[in-house]
């Protein structure tokens, strides 16, 4: 028995070994979304070309094989393939043709490109971020504050969306038309601004103007949901300041929701600022744009219809790419669907 009680004892004092536990690396929801992503072989393609033409838009001056301004009279309507004829573009062909005045159509595709990306992106963005603080603020106010915001939503809502961007695209381009002796400084730099951009600046204006109400009606949406939650109280309990509280807490979550909506949102931006270089309010000339080429060239549709097809198929294959995008991104950030 005395024998037996110190090996008890010691037994008893050893330190016992530590429980090894697996250290797996956790992953987060946008570890998870881009896994599901590259999972997807079409996806992984619309993605190839959105960033193709993203290449093609920052360096069209190395890409295209002409200027988007060269003009050759002794070519005009050259079909796709022909070579040029004047001495000034010897060895040059066309390989999707020349407009009307003799410019490459494959040159003015090229140029024209950066428009649309510069439309989808930069309107994205501003949509994005107007939305996004507009419906954090109301949603987080006071009821009366969050009733006056909702309200000054609705009524621009009221207006057609295409039709109201139209208004304050001749608006704009009226003032840009106006001397410059009766305009104040500011709307001189916003013309000098417009003309040195080639039309943009107003495009970009007129579009965020109105793309951000859908968006800023989901995120205050999204915050009514979860300012009631129980993270958000307890914050609000230990005296966490409110502009912290929708920093830290509240934006994180509406993120998710706000980034579907407006990737789903970039081919309607792609689309009006096509239509608005359509009827003659995008883009000025000579700067190119897909829509102002289709507006070109659809008159001659059917003695030359290579003037349309080019800008025709990329702006159908752009709008497509960005719309599966879309779809797929707000797939994978759902977790019922991606469990399947």
Sequence with gaps: MSSSTPEVANRADSPKPAI?????????LWHDTFRYLLRDRLVVVCALFIGLLVIVALFPDQIAPLSFEQTSFSDKLATPGEMATAEKLEGHRYWLGSDRLGRDILSRLIYGTRVSIAVAFVGAGVSFLIGVAYGLFSGYSSARIDNLMMRVVDIIYGYPTLVLVILLQVYLTAISRQDVNQTSGLQRLIINLDQSSGGLLFIFVAIGAVSWLSLARLTRGQVLHYRNQEFVEAAEAVGVPRNRIMRKHLLPNVLGPAIVAGTLAIPTYIYTEAFLSFIGLGVQPPMPSWGGMISNGYGALRSAPHLIWGPAIALFLTMLAFNFLGDA??????????RR
């Design 20 to 28: 090894e536990f697996s250290k797996r690396p956790t992953r987060g």
């Design 329 to 338: 991104v707000r797939d994978a950030m759902d977790p019922h669907i991606r």
